[in-house]
């Protein structure tokens, strides 16, 4: 006796595509866009770090420069984005850790007060992440 086959068998045994899902993607040149504004951001603070920036507690100072170094040379690599296998993964990594890292250490440095710091190693991890990203 054959045993009559329910919808969902009959669509297992014909192997019927999924449906397509629509994919909604970046053009992968924006992140050159978003490189120049950040590099005008980066250099915008580094020299106001350097010229114009006198906190209290000179070890501020150094939190700054820390800042604008990270975001300068993560500016660079973001230039670097469109060419890359995964440019979405990366230059979302990348921009997410200038926010977080140096956004963080902006702050901090700015008002002279560590308890704003609490973003910081999130920002160090997409940094990481963002590296790690062209290893696949």
Known sequence: MRRHSTMSEERLIR??????????MMDPVIWHKIAAVSGVA???LGTYGAHGFKPQNPSFK???QTASL????HTAALVAAPITKNPNIFGGLLTAGIL????TCYTVAFLEDRKYSTLAP???FAF?????????
Do not use: M, N, T
């Open 15 to 24: 192997r019927e595509p999924k449906e397509r899902r629509r994919i909604i």
């Open 42 to 44: 980066a250099l915008g």
């Open 62 to 64: 150094e939190v700054w």
């Open 70 to 73: 990270y975001h300068l040379v």
């Open 100 to 103: 977080a890292f140096s956004g």
């Open 122 to 124: 999130f920002g160090g």
């Open 128 to 136: 990481i992440g963002a590296w790690a990203s062209l290893l696949f």
